[in-house]
Nanobody, 116 residues
Framework: HVQLVESGGGPVQAGGSLRLSCALS???????VGWFRQTPGKEREAVAT???????TYTDSVKGRFTISRDNAKNMVYLHMTSLKPEDTGVYYC????????????WGQGTQVTVS
């Protein structure tokens, strides 16, 4: 049974930083991993994606500010967010896919990030 549990969201002032964590369980294969976000009035978008190979992409609006990383030994995925802006406000979802890339196969429940 695959489970993804996010944590680390919350309120933060503009210009601040947050680190989101995603704890994975029940995963026994190599996987693509990443983060989507749902911001008010917009469709859910892929923020950061890390392929099984380690290849990484970021959506343009977060390049240079967000960093995705993973600790395979601990089954953890992280999103380190810096220089946060009000437009980064939204619900952030961790995902994994069994394939080499998108689309996601499993999602976490989401964690709210509010930048003011």
């Amino acid at each position: 049974h695959v489970q993804l549990v996010e944590s680390g969201g919350g309120p933060v002032q503009a210009g601040g930083s947050l680190r989101l964590s995603c704890a994975l369980s029940g995963v026994t294969w190599r996987y693509c991993v990443g983060w989507f976000r749902q911001t008010p009035g917009k469709e859910r978008e892929a923020v950061a994606t890390m392929a099984r190979s380690g290849y990484i992409t970021y959506t343009d609006s977060v390049k240079g500010r967000f960093t995705i990383s993973r600790d395979n030994a601990k089954n953890m995925v992280y999103l380190h967010m810096t220089s946060l802006k009000p437009e980064d406000t939204g619900v952030y979802y961790c995902f994994i896919s069994a394939g080499s890339w998108l689309p996601p196969d499993y999602w976490g429940q989401g964690t709210q990030v509010t930048v003011s």
